[in-house]
């Protein structure tokens, strides 16, 4: 099975589901993880002392030595502005999507859900553009296609940190629940450590402590109860 993952920001896979995509990859699935932005607005490159066309260099070259940390089968990173996506006419880049998804059929799509986890706009952006592109695409799929959203359970997210406010899934909302393992979440910890600009912000966060061995999704358009333990069950 081929699993595409459309975030906006580098490192948004490696806070997010980053033990699951090496989890994927290790039983023999296909893991693309498509980037929108190269995160090059980070206010890292002040104290870095760069532009924002360097500090994309940067952040690519930390996402390439996480692709190989992860095994991720391809990974392509796109130039759209960082923090910018709210502001611009969405088209062209539903349209690229689009293209993208044409031309490498994915079995499963996976991004943010409506609230992005966080709040942040581009989140919301991307999981807005996914899901209209997806639902349009899925018209004319001539494959069994899923589009899911992944998240920590709603009380997990709650007490998870004092870094950010955190949304999670609530019980209703969870139509899946994968259990990785432990060499699943230890790969995701040496994905982190790959963003050697972002080491103080990791430790801050508490992400590391955060990544628990089950990974909720809820799927578009679909409701499993009880819920399913794979992403690719009861496909249609």
Same mark, same amino acid.
């Given at each position: 099975?081929?699993v595409?993952?459309?975030?906006p920001?580098p490192?948004?896979e ?5 033990r !699951?995509? !090496? ?11 498509l ?7 980070t *206010? ?38 960082d ?16 293209t993208?998804? *044409?031309?490498h059929?994915?079995?499963?799509v996976?991004t ?13 952006v991307?999981h ?6 997806f ?13 899911? !959203? ?24 969870i ?5 990785v393992?432990?060499e699943d ?34 799927? !578009? ?9 794979s992403?690719?069950?009861a496909?249609?």
């Amino acid at each position: 099975m081929r699993v595409l993952f459309i975030f906006p920001h580098p490192d948004d896979e490696s806070y997010g589901p980053g033990r !699951f995509m !090496f989890h994927l990859q290790r039983h023999g699935h296909e893991v693309f993880l498509l980037t929108l932005t190269k995160g090059e607005a980070t *206010k890292q490159r002040l104290r870095l002392g760069v532009d924002k066309k360097e500090m994309g260099n940067i952040r690519y070259k930390e996402m390439l030595a996480m692709q190989k940390v992860l095994g991720i089968t391809r990974m392509d990173v796109w130039a759209y502005p960082d923090g910018g996506l709210k502001d611009l006419d969405p088209r062209p880049l539903e349209n690229d999507i689009m293209t993208y998804l *044409k031309e490498h059929q994915p079995d499963v799509v996976i991004t943010y859900p409506v609230h992005g986890i966080s709040g942040f706009y581009d989140h919301l952006v991307c999981h807005a553009v996914v899901k209209r592109v997806f639902v349009e695409w899925k018209e004319g799929c001539k494959h069994p296609a899923r589009l899911a !959203f992944f998240g920590p359970r709603e009380e997990q997210a709650r007490h998870a940190t004092h870094w950010i406010p955190l949304k999670g899934l609530t019980d209703d909302e969870i139509d899946c629940t994968v259990c990785v393992d432990e060499e699943d979440i230890e790969a995701n910890k040496q994905a982190l450590d790959c963003y050697v600009t972002y080491r103080s912000t990791v430790e801050e966060s508490g992400i590391k402590k955060m990544l628990h061995p089950e990974i909720h999704f809820t799927f !578009f358009g679909e409701n499993h109860t009880p819920p399913l333990t794979s992403v690719f069950e009861a496909m249609k």
